[in-house]
């Protein structure tokens, strides 16, 4: 498997962009909170990603095999076709920033942290997103995460999980109890060819 390992994915976001993006309206009270919090995200943050090339090996009316491993995902099954190629990959903010997120207290403050966080995982499936565009030539993707949009189950999670033999570990990501993916703020899925 030739993995691509994202060890610092590039962010930058300035106040007027977190204000859009977290909808904190020009709150200066929501600011002065938001403000020390990210000083404190750039310093410390180094979120990555995971992505590899796979392939649809097969494919029936019930499921579909991603390297001879089965998903029964209504919806990645009505986009590929056997043979196809497909990109699973996971992004984390990293255990850095994940660590820093449980020392604060104050409700506001994790409040911030967390939408901050998961800006930073949006950020980073993008990024992936262009990476793969770049890599395999498509015009757009496809994003199946489990869980968004249908039902899958934790063992397809775990499926999923373990299609990356191992190499999670170089970025620090790991599964939890009921299969989630650890950090909190991770995200893991599979990137299709958009028709």
Request: net charge negative; aromatic share 10%; hydrophobic share 40%.
């Amino acid at each position: 498997m030739d993995d691509k390992i994202l060890k610092k994915y590039p962010f930058s976001y300035d106040m007027e962009t977190l204000d859009n993006e977290l909808h904190l309206r020009g709150n200066e009270a929501m600011l002065d909170i938001l403000e020390p919090i990210y000083e404190m995200v750039q310093k410390i943050a180094i979120p990555k990603a995971i992505y590899f090339e796979a392939q649809i090996t097969e494919k029936t009316d019930a499921w579909v095999k991603v390297n001879g491993v089965v998903f029964e995902s209504e919806l990645l099954r009505g986009y590929v076709n056997q043979g196809d190629p497909v990109f699973p990959y996971i992004v984390t903010v990293g255990t850095e920033l994940d660590d820093y997120a449980k020392t604060l207290k104050d409700s506001m403050d994790l409040f911030m942290i967390d939408e901050v966080m998961n800006l930073l995982v949006n950020t980073g499936k993008v990024f992936v997103a262009d990476a793969v565009k770049e890599v395999s030539g498509w015009q757009s993707v496809k994003d199946y995460v489990p869980g968004n949009g249908e039902e899958w189950s934790t063992v397809e999670q775990k499926r999923l999980f373990d299609l990356f033999a191992g190499e999670t570990a170089k970025i620090g990501v790991t599964l939890g109890d009921n299969y989630f993916v650890l950090p909190g703020r991770s995200t893991i899925g599979i990137l299709s060819q958009k028709r």
